[in-house]
């Protein structure tokens, strides 16, 4: 508990960090934004704090994530830390969990600026489609776990790496891959008959390895008021959970092993 | 009883295409009460044992244990302070926040009180509220040596904790080792400063490749270190005694002799009309015996 308040203390102080978060200032002008899509604002303020939601959490947890593991390990602040009476499980949970406080106290405070701009924009004229604030909010929420996946990654690639680029781009190159996966997954397997049983299989193996992103995406539930079935939110947090489990455990495992030296 | 014992410790780093042999059969035991130097040239592994001792590195063999537990077990740290070499410490935060930290780690209670306690013998009370950043070295070696000492430790372990102090740093450090000692804490600190080793360790560890070639306690050091004597002597005559005296004012005279001719020189003074006035050693430091050592 000491180390989660201590490596919050010392987040919200760096300036870096600062820097990211006021990137929230940002939602303001989103019913100005919306007002150019002439009869969309409430959709288009609706989708554009979530798109600028899931911006400011992608950059905290690139950020935040590499502050927090590799700027420790390679300031030798993990020295002080490691030499008290803890494991190294302890110390990379309690990292990690700061991490999560902190993207998901950014995420309502997010959330709570959403409401505004989006009462605002659909003020201004009246949308036909109705604002499904669980919708939003839950949206908000797999925005809040899709980024807190991606930290887990962070995790993983900076508990073997003495660099900053190689948990920063091999990150986002799991972004992007785990982003990009199911389309091109659903292109491979129904749309081509050209490829061989060995693609197709090298294929799946490949999408299964790499997380699954979209699945994680309901802004277009909540711009559009879509119906959401609380099945596919389970399935999608038991995903995460495992998913996160394995990442988790194999970065501990990674960090173990690991000298400082 | 031993507080810290390391067993045969072996490692090897691979830096890009080299392998370095850090250890090399490392062994030593750290007794109860005592302040244990570990010298070396640099590379020799100091580092990197208190490293495997923190379990900051993990040894490719060998076992170190810190109160009969294995060092890898986080509970062998509970009654251990330590402080690494050329200490960093989260630079947003304050001295004081940092003292309470680590008490937190230790479950201390009255962590307030026992800060405000350390802080003052640090004489960093005024700098208790402002942020690490703005300490200098010096200041961060003291409130780091402070934070080591939150939980009243009952084993100090000190990497190179003299390292980019002042001689006035370097005497509070040293007074502060001394003090603790004599209440019970048993010390163990690498140092290069070979004065400061000399001053204050009860047993001096040499390591040479990784290993201990030496190790020496006071009572060795005080016979290495003397090479010879200088007898003082008075005479009323100026009869010489063939003994190569020289005179160093009117009627004193001085003999100079290596440790193995001293009954020798003293029976023949004894014999004649002179009287001894004072006998002294003659001392070489730690410093050219750890040169000998090493070149041998």
């Known amino acids: 508990m000491a180390l989660i308040k201590l490596t919050i203390k010392h987040l919200i102080f760096d300036r870096i960090f600062l820097v990211l978060a006021s990137f929230v200032l940002l939602f303001a002008f989103i019913p100005v934004f919306s007002y150019f899509s002439m009869r969309q604002l409430q959709e288009i303020s609706i989708t554009t704090s979530l798109t600028l939601n899931s911006f400011i959490l992608l950059l905290m947890t690139l950020f935040g994530g590499t502050l927090v593991m590799w700027r420790d390990i390679e300031r030798k602040y993990t020295y002080t830390v490691l030499s008290y009476p803890i494991t190294r499980t302890n110390f990379i949970l309690s990292k990690f969990f700061s991490l999560i406080i902190i993207l998901f106290v950014i995420t309502i405070i997010n959330f709570a600026a959403s409401i505004v701009v989006i009462h605002i924009s659909a003020s201004l004229y009246k949308s036909t489609l109705p604002i499904l604030w669980l919708n939003i909010f839950a949206a908000f929420f797999m925005e809040f776990l899709k980024y807190t996946l991606l930290l887990g990654f962070i995790f993983l690639f900076a508990s073997f790496s003495t660099s900053f680029f190689t948990p920063v781009f091999s990150t986002i190159a799991v972004f992007i891959a785990g982003n990009a996966s199911q389309g091109i997954y659903d292109y491979i397997m129904k749309g081509s008959n050209e490829l061989s049983h060995f693609s197709k299989l090298a294929a799946k193996l490949v999408y299964y390895v790499l997380p699954n992103f979209s699945s994680f995406d309901l802004i277009s539930y909540a711009a559009y008021s879509l119906p959401i079935h609380i099945q596919s939110i389970v399935y999608t947090s038991v995903y995460f959970l495992l998913y996160l489990g394995a990442v988790l455990s194999l970065s501990i495992a990674v960090f173990n092993k690991r000298d400082f030296s | ?296």
């Open chain 2, 1 to 296: 009883m031993e507080m810290i014992k390391v067993d045969n410790l072996h490692k090897t780093f691979k830096l890009k295409l080299k392998t370095i042999k850090a250890l090399n059969g490392m062994s030593f035991d750290v007794k109860r009460g005592e302040i244990l130097g570990f010298l070396g040239p640099n590379g020799a592994g100091k580092s990197t044992t208190i490293k495997i001792i923190m379990d900051l590195v993990r040894a490719d063999s060998g076992t170190a244990f810190i109160n009969s537990l294995k060092s890898t077990n986080p509970d062998s740290r509970l009654r251990v302070g330590f402080m690494p070499e050329n200490p960093q410490y989260y630079d947003t935060i304050t001295g004081m926040d940092l003292l309470k930290f680590a008490a937190s780690m230790f479950s201390v209670k009255d962590a307030g009180k026992k800060a405000h306690k350390l802080l003052d013998e640090f004489e960093l009370t005024e700098f208790a509220d402002v942020k690490l950043r703005k300490y200098s070295k010096g200041m961060i070696q003291r409130i780091g040596f402070a934070a080591a000492l939150i939980h009243d430790p009952d084993i100090l372990i000190l990497d190179e904790p003299m390292g980019g102090l002042d001689p006035v740093g370097r005497m509070i450090f040293k007074n502060k080792m001394k003090e603790l000692n004599k209440s019970g804490v048993t010390i163990f600190f690498s140092s290069h400063i070979i004065p400061d080793i000399e001053d204050i360790c009860s047993r001096v560890l040499i390591v040479k490749q990784g290993k201990t070639i030496k190790q020496f306690d006071r009572v060795d050091i005080q016979y290495l270190t003397t090479y010879g004597f200088n007898i003082i002597l008075r005479k009323e005559d100026e009869k010489n005694l063939n003994l190569n005296e020289n005179e160093i004012s009117k009627g004193l005279y001085s003999i100079k002799c290596k440790k193995d001719e001293l009954i020798e020189k003293i029976e023949a003074i004894e014999n004649s009309s002179a009287k001894i006035v004072d006998i002294e050693p003659l001392k070489k430091s730690l410093e050219d015996i750890f040169i000998e050592i090493l070149n041998d």
